[in-house]
């Protein structure tokens, strides 16, 4: 026997390294074990579950538009609602192939519709990425005439189908257009708001006016056309089953359409197409009664996609800028409606008292500049009451250049506290805060070189008579005036009253909010109140020819504001009191002049609406500021 060398013989197996081996085998086994295991408990245990959940996998949810709710004034007329309309969508999986029978396809949807080929070509893509097993909407609102032609040639179009859809409808046309904003497809950036969690693609949502501000009790809950697809998402046979849609809540404004239309026509016929604004509220709710902007627009027009010269022409100055809502938005100098503030802060900080007594002999010198009255009319020696009756400039000049320079700029602090230079809070996006001028303000302009000079004492006398750098809305003015009214209670201004069903029964009230206070003593209110009611009332009064031969009390200043290179800009805001139905007004018009000239008739006629007294134009002097 051969045996082999004694260099090339291996030792037997040590015991340790025999061990290693049993213990790496009983690992792999044990791995081995674990996922026969684990296919067994999927494949069989579990085979119904996730049979279940692959078949769920070939069924999709299309959405079906819900109308959104209607919205009503107080005494439920309506104002916003639906109306049915006829979508014109595309099957892309009945479509002709790619190549001359889709273009011919597309060619004769032009005709029909008045759409380019691109333009649906693009629709097509767009919103496929979105939602590859639904059909593609190519005209949201087809006449008649289009879908008539349409079905009764359904041959010619293949993969061309009418969807029942429902649109905004506007009945009263350009009444309160720019309160009730508009409705569009949520955007994908609008997708990631917290307002919008749970809201689809494709989903119509507020995109301003109430519209926005409401959006979650209008928008209603969307119905669901289940269909089944298959692993490229395209849809196999006919809907398994529909979940019908549920229309949205009904929202109840505080407004009052018929006063809402009376003041719009009084602003077009006093202001001969001038653009101004209104603001009509009750000062102890602050509820809205009306508020709006002229010119306005029909929203009808944005039911369907609107082309980018009429949206242009909308946003022109040269057309008045309709979309622009100014009862809001509007910065304006408020030229003598100023003065109430004034007076809070003189009365409050001790500068004056109801009976000081100031000479005014028509024109002031404050520093080198020497500041008139209108028309440089004297009034003589004149206390707070008398000042307001006859809008004496010296006597709020004197006030002026008394408050600048005074520990933490009262004038400027009463402003703040009575509503001027800050939001007011009110439940439509879209309000500016308008600028209230300070001496830190200016100076910080001045070091940045972005204006001529610092703050001087001038800046606070021309902010007493509700000039210079002054900018506030009707709505500010309102808000200041019913403050006063209610002793130093700042009302916060609403238009949403109730969320209702569809039979109008009350659901929900809304609460805009707890209201700020402003200190201001009784007597001091009592003589600022005294002083309106002379300048609306007694002779001499700024508005008293407008409202002679009125039945209600009235208490109201004009204003008349100069803007550099137009005509003066005409104010009126008053006060009518009545145990259930008191009213705050606050008018202006642009270059409509002298305050009793155009700003407070419109006033009167809006007025004469609420109470139902006969409506009669009548204009006040051309010397009254």
């Known amino acids: 026997m051969i045996r082999p060398p004694a260099d090339d013989r291996r030792p037997p197996i040590t015991p340790q390294l025999a061990w290693r081996v049993a213990i790496l085998g009983g690992v792999a086994l044990t791995i081995f074990a674990v996922i026969f295991l684990r296919l067994w408990f999927l494949q069989v245990l579990s085979g119904n579950k996730y049979l279940a959940e692959a078949n769920d996998n070939r069924v999709r949810d299309i959405t079906i538009q819900a109308p959104r709710g209607d919205v009503v004034d107080r005494n439920g007329t309506v104002l916003v609602d639906n109306r049915p309309a006829n979508a014109i969508q595309i099957q892309p999986n009945k479509l002709p192939p790619r190549g001359a029978a889709r273009d011919d396809l597309y060619r004769r949807l032009r005709q029909v519709l008045h759409l380019r080929p691109r333009a649906i070509r693009k629709d097509i893509t767009t919103q496929?990425?979105?939602?590859?097993?639904?059909?593609?909407?190519?005209?949201?609102?087809?006449?008649?005439?289009?879908?008539?032609?349409?079905?009764?040639?359904?041959?010619?179009?293949?993969?061309?189908?009418?969807?029942?859809?429902?649109?905004?409808?506007?009945?009263?046309?350009?009444?309160?257009?720019?309160?009730?904003?508009?409705?569009?497809?949520?955007?994908?950036?609008?997708?990631?708001?917290?307002?919008?969690?749970?809201?689809?693609?494709?989903?119509?949502?507020?995109?301003s006016g109430i519209e926005w501000s409401y959006d979650r009790y209008l928008r209603g809950q969307e119905g669901a056309t289940r269909v089944q697809v298959d692993a490229l998402g395209r849809q196999k046979g006919p809907p398994l089953r529909t979940r019908q849609p549920?229309?949205?809540?009904?929202?109840?404004?505080?407004?009052?359409?018929?006063?809402?239309?009376?003041?719009?026509?009084?602003?077009?016929?006093?202001?001969?197409?001038?653009?101004?604004?209104?603001?009509?509220?009750?000062?102890?709710?602050?509820?809205?009664?009306?508020?709006?902007?002229?010119?306005?627009f029909d929203p009808n027009i944005f039911s369907k996609p609107v082309k980018e010269s009429t949206l242009k022409k909308l946003q022109s100055t040269a057309n008045g800028a309709p979309l622009y809502d100014r009862a809001i938005a509007g910065l304006y100098p408020t030229g003598s409606t100023f003065k109430v503030i004034t007076s809070v802060a003189a009365l409050q900080t001790g500068t004056i008292t109801p009976q000081t007594v100031i000479d005014d002999p028509g024109s002031v010198k404050i520093g080198n500049i020497v500041f008139h009255n209108s028309g440089n009319a004297a009034n003589g020696a004149v206390a707070l009451r008398q000042a307001i009756q006859v809008s004496s400039d010296v006597f709020f000049y004197t006030m002026g250049a008394r408050l600048n320079g005074e520990s933490g700029e009262p004038l400027q602090r009463y402003a703040r506290k009575l509503g001027i230079g800050r939001r007011t809070g009110i439940d439509i996006p879209g309000e500016f805060k308008g600028l209230l001028p300070t001496p830190q303000w200016r100076d910080r302009l001045f070091k940045e070189n972005k204006t001529d000079r610092p703050w001087t004492v001038g800046d606070n006398v021309n902010l007493a008579v509700g000039q210079g750098d002054l900018q506030a809305t009707p709505l500010q003015m309102a808000t200041a005036y019913s403050t006063v009214i209610n002793g130093g209670r700042v009302p916060?201004?609403?238009?949403?009253?109730?969320?209702?069903?569809?039979?109008?029964?009350?659901?929900?009230?809304?609460?805009?909010?707890?209201?700020?206070?402003?200190?201001?003593?009784?007597?001091?209110?009592?003589?600022?109140?005294?002083?309106?009611?002379?300048a609306a009332t007694a002779s001499g009064g700024t508005s008293a020819d407008v409202f002679r031969g009125f039945p209600h009390p009235v208490y109201g200043k004009t204003g008349t504001a100069e803007?550099?290179?137009?005509?003066?800009?005409?104010?009126?805001?008053?006060?009518?009191?009545?145990?259930?139905?008191?009213?705050?007004?606050?008018?202006?018009?642009?270059?409509?002049?002298?305050?009793?000239?155009?700003?407070?008739p419109a006033a009167r006629l809006i007025l004469s609406q609420w109470f139902g007294v006969k409506k009669k134009l009548v204009r006040g002097s051309s010397k009254t500021r």
């Not at 009263?172 to 009730?180: E, K, S, T």
């Not at 602003?267 to 197409?273: P, Q």
């Not at 569809?502 to 109140?529: E, F, M, S, W, Y």
């Not at 009545?578 to 009793?596: C, L, Q, S």
């Open 492 to 534: 916060r201004p609403h238009v949403g009253m109730e969320i209702e069903d569809a039979a109008g029964r009350t659901l929900q009230r809304i609460d805009p909010g707890p209201a700020r206070h402003v200190k201001i003593a009784a007597q001091n209110r009592q003589a600022i109140l005294d002083g309106l009611h002379l």
């Open 128 to 207: 496929r990425k979105a939602i590859p097993y639904a059909n593609v909407t190519i005209k949201s609102d087809a006449s008649q005439t289009q879908l008539a032609y349409i079905l009764e040639r359904q041959d010619q179009f293949p993969g061309v189908v009418p969807e029942p859809v429902y649109q905004r409808r506007y009945p009263h046309h350009d009444v309160a257009a720019q309160l009730f904003g508009t409705v569009g497809q949520i955007s994908p950036q609008e997708l990631k708001l917290a307002r919008f969690r749970g809201v689809h693609q494709g989903t119509l949502v507020g995109q």
């Open 246 to 296: 549920v229309q949205g809540k009904q929202l109840k404004l505080s407004l009052d359409f018929n006063l809402q239309d009376a003041a719009q026509q009084a602003i077009k016929s006093v202001g001969g197409g001038l653009p101004g604004a209104f603001v009509a509220m009750d000062p102890r709710s602050g509820e809205i009664l009306a508020l709006g902007s002229v010119p306005s």
């Open 563 to 600: 803007r550099p290179g137009q005509e003066d800009q005409s104010w009126y805001v008053c006060y009518v009191p009545d145990a259930k139905r008191p009213i705050v007004v606050a008018v202006t018009i642009e270059r409509g002049g002298f305050g009793a000239q155009a700003a407070a």
